[in-house]
């Protein structure tokens, strides 16, 4: 059963600022939300929201491939491993952004963009995105200078330059 007003223990969750989409949530026994991209249910947090909610907008609103976004993507820093939010690919796969996504109630602060500079150690992409929902920083990484410059708005797929 589908039902698209999403709430978490009986609390709704929050609106944001990009348009309104349609999602499949499930709430027996526990809410889940059907994630477009890896095909399957995963549990409605409120993070999970923020990230469905931001990938709709991407691929709707900013013309994303769907079939080249990767989702919880391992990294291997030196003896750890940790795992991207999101990896947006090129048609020739090769990484050209990393997205972060935190619950709504949750700041974004240098400690998060800090978190995902250090994924970027890794991946060498030129984008980096970090939303709450609330807000969002899309920054465009500058390798061969050392430097970033934040951008107003997120670019639309296809003027991604890698």
Known sequence: ??????????????EFKTPKYDF?????PTPKIFDFIRKKYVALTPEEWVRQNF????????????TLIYLE???RMGKMSKRCDAVVYDNKANPLMILEFK??????????????ARYNATLQVKYLIITNGLKYFCCKI?????????????PEYNLLKP
Request: proline share 8%; glycine share 2%.
């Open 1 to 14: 059963m589908c039902i698209f007003k999403a709430k978490i223990l009986n609390n709704p969750m929050p």
């Open 73 to 75: 993507k391992s990294l």
């Open 103 to 116: 619950a709504p109630q949750i700041a974004l602060t240098q400690n998060v963009f800090d978190q995902i």
């Open 142 to 154: 500058d390798a061969k200078n050392n430097s970033y410059e934040f951008m107003d708005d997120i």
């Open 55 to 66: 990938l709709k907008f991407l691929v709707q609103g900013k013309k994303y491939p769907p």
């Open 24 to 28: 499949c949530i499930n709430n027996n």
